[in-house]
């Protein structure tokens, strides 16, 4: 058997560099690909699957997801994600429309298309407090409590007027006085491309990672007082791991809070029943899911195929979908190689 594996380095972490070694254990050969050259679907000629770990970068959203479904859908080829688990990662808006479709307990959402409608909701229908949320972004980093109509309608304005750039709200939004002197390039990079715009209609430089501007429609979802915390089930193949994030100082949000509580006891095992249901009906092979309670009842805010491994890793075992225990740690990408290498096998067998 012979897997080709695209190296992922993003932010620091890898999942291919844990990927390699464990295939190797396994007796599976293993070929080195590099996707983005001109002779991508050469390189994958010979293998008998391909694995790609892509992230939120506008970048890789737009290269890995679309590369992928070719591979998957027209060369045949098992991958990893495949496209019925990865194309709505860090779309909130698909995912909203998805776990819809598959009578998945959520929170009330709205999304909004169009400036007016979204307008006529904010001033008489909503119920305040909302959240208001980005379809893109990770650890909470576009998403923001509204407490009133007037505070509603310039999230409203903005996402049908200028749009709204990942990564420039909340703690990250530029400061006035730079704190570092990455920030104070970026802001003489704001100030010198404003000449060139008003007098060569250059459009300004755009950040490297978070280039493209959220536009267009508007996605608000219900407040949920009273969690404290949230809890993420992750589901791959036929297990489950668990945990709770707390809750950041003074603050709604979880994610992101590094404030993570291990214990398998805290774990609603509900919630692990209706993430097995939803990835088994949906036929994800690698989901997690983050949950907090409405009315004293779990429902799912958001799901998302990719995460930090060393999170899963601390759990100190995880759940069969019979929800029996399994005592000992795991890294997630070993057990994403148990289940690719098994898919491709069944799928010999089958042929």
Known sequence: MLIGIH???????SFSDKWIPFLKTLDVEVKILDLLRQDALDQVKGCDGVMWRWAHRAQDKQSAKMILYVIEQYLKLPVFPDNGTAWHFDEKVAQKYLLQALDVPLPEQWVFW?????????RSQAKYPVVFKLS?????????KVDS?????????????????????????????????????NALHRF???????????????????????????LFQEFLPGNDYDTRITVIGDRAFGFRRYNRPND?????????????????????????ETSRGAGFSCMAYDFLYR??????????????????????????GNLNWHEGQMWPEDAQIIDFVETIRRGRTAS
């Open 252 to 276: 709604f949000r979880a994610s992101g809070s590094g404030n993570i509580d291990y214990d398998p006891a805290g774990i609603d095992l509900e919630m692990v029943k209706i993430a097995f």
């Open 114 to 122: 169009s400036h007016e409608e979204a307008s006529e909701w904010a």
């Open 192 to 218: 010198t491309d404003t000449f060139g715009y008003m007098m060569l209609n250059q459009y300004p430089r755009l950040d490297a990672e978070w280039w493209k501007p959220e536009k267009g429609y508007a």
């Open 295 to 320: 009315d004293s009842k779990p429902v799912v805010c958001e799901i998302s195929y990719t995460f930090a491994d060393h999170a899963i890793h601390s759990c100190p075992g995880h759940w069969d």
């Open 7 to 13: 190296p992922d380095h993003v932010w620091g972490t």
């Open 136 to 144: 893109v972004g990770a650890g909470a980093s576009s998403v923001a």
């Open 149 to 185: 109509c007037a505070e509603a309608e310039p999230f409203i304005d903005r996402m049908f007027k200028r749009g709204i750039f990942p990564m420039t709200m909340n703690e990250f939004r530029p400061r006035i006085i730079p704190a570092s002197r990455r920030e104070a390039k």
